[in-house]
């Protein structure tokens, strides 16, 4: 089959750049071990008078990461029922996935993102 060739240069420039991001994680303010969750910020504890107390993000893959609570943590506070993407260290008590934030964002939207479009 002479004459069929795929130029391999250009796609293997590109997987050994992922590679390369992929060990860096994925960019220069990421240290070594940190993980980037994408999900939606939402309460699981209540003190008695109806505060809440502790949060977690949810993944659209139906993990629950538990903030550990720190200065950053409590600003997610702020942000219950919103989609983040949070950047953090994440362990593992008593079964449950802890993340401690090192930052986060909130995720933006297009207006129409959700939209049902006619058939």
Same mark, same amino acid.
């Given at each position: 089959?002479?004459g069929n ?5 250009? +796609?293997m420039k590109?997987? @050994?750049?992922?590679i *390369? ?6 960019? $220069?303010?990421?240290s070594r071990g =940190?993980?980037?969750?994408?999900g ?11 505060t809440?107390?502790?949060a977690?993000i +949810?993944?659209p893959y139906? @993990?629950?990461y538990? *903030?550990?609570?720190n200065?950053?943590?409590? $600003?997610?506070?702020?942000?219950? =029922? ?5 950047r953090?260290?994440?362990k ?7 993340i401690t934030?090192?930052g ?7 207006p129409d993102?959700?939209k049902?479009s006619?058939?």
């Open positions: 089959m002479k060739h795929f130029p391999i240069g250009p +796609f590109y997987t @050994e750049n992922l *390369l991001r992929l060990r860096r994680g994925f960019g $220069r303010n990421m =940190q993980v980037r969750i994408r939606i910020v939402l309460p699981v504890d209540w003190d008695t008078g109806g809440a107390i502790q977690a +949810f993944t139906e @993990e629950e538990v *903030l550990e609570i200065e950053k943590a409590k $600003r997610l506070f702020g942000l219950m =029922q919103q989609e983040v993407e949070v953090g260290m994440v593992e008590e008593a079964g449950q996935k802890v934030v090192r986060y964002q909130r995720v933006k939207r297009r993102s959700f049902v006619p058939e």
